[in-house]
Nanobody, 115 residues
Framework: QVQLVESGGGLVQPGGSLRLSCVAS????????MSWYRQFPGKERELVAA????????NYANSVKGRFTISRDNAKNTVYLQMNSLKPEDTAVYYC????????WGQGTQVTVSS
């Protein structure tokens, strides 16, 4: 079955970095358009970044451009989100998603940016 397992979140200070990971199972990541979303309390999930395969073209929300980088490792069936220069407003639960399996969500991973 399709499963997505996010990890790598935690508490970091402003300006710090985190790398989130999402391990996918039940489908081939190499042929999937993958994305990262985040959700603030009381809000709907919002798209943060997306990456295609196999070319690997990427797109980012304006709020994270220049700070976040989405990447994939097809051999590990894993998509990553490298988060640099983190700000308190980045605090949210982060989820990965496959466009072809948009109904499937993992448990998410909490990112908290605070001094």
């Amino acid at each position: 079955q399709v499963q997505l397992v996010e990890s790598g979140g935690g508490l970091v200070q402003p300006g710090g970095s985190l790398r989130l990971s999402c391990v996918a199972s039940g489908f081939s990541l190499s042929s999937a358009v993958m994305s990262w979303y985040r959700q603030f309390p009381g809000k709907e999930r919002e798209l943060v970044a997306a990456i295609t395969s196999p070319i690997g073209s990427t797109n980012y929300a304006n709020s994270v451009k220049g700070r976040f980088t989405i990447s994939r490792d097809n051999a590990k069936n894993t998509v990553y989100l490298q988060m640099n220069s983190l700000k308190p407003e980045d605090t949210a639960v982060y989820y990965c998603n496959a466009v072809a399996y948009y109904r499937y969500w993992g448990q998410g991973t909490q990112v908290t940016v605070s001094s």
